[in-house]
Nanobody, 127 residues
């Protein structure tokens, strides 16, 4: 079974930093892109950040640009999301996603792009 496992979520204060991790669970699989989405209570998933697996090119939502950094470990298949200067509006469940297809002109923002998802890890930021 192919799956992703997130970790690192916590309750923090505004201005704090936090790093989320996402690793393959079960059997390993090839990936062409990975991303982080977040989902607030009763809301849909929203793109946070994405990374092209081979080139390392990164993409960010405007709301996190300059505060969040996505990175990858090609040896382990792990992806990380370093989050700095957290704000209460960053409170959400953060989900990791993977695209196993070699797609040109990939739309990183569209959740339909990804075919493997994790269960999510909760981040709560208090004011």
């Amino acid at each position: 079974q192919v799956r992703l496992v997130e970790s690192g979520g916590s309750v923090v204060r505004a201005g704090d930093s936090l790093t989320l991790s996402c690793a393959p669970g079960g059997r390993s699989f090839s990936t062409y892109a990975r991303a982080w989405f977040r989902q607030g209570p009763g809301k849909g998933r929203h793109f946070v950040s994405g990374i092209h697996w081979r080139s390392g090119d990164t993409y960010y939502a405007d709301s996190v640009q300059g505060r969040f950094t996505i990175s990858r470990d090609t040896a382990t298949g792990a992806v990380y999301l370093q989050m700095n200067d957290l704000k209460p509006e960053d409170t959400a469940t953060y989900l990791c996603a993977a695209d196993r297809r070699p797609v040109r002109n990939r739309d990183y923002v569209d959740e339909e792009t990804y075919d493997v998802w994790g269960q999510g890890t909760q981040v709560t930021v208090s004011s």
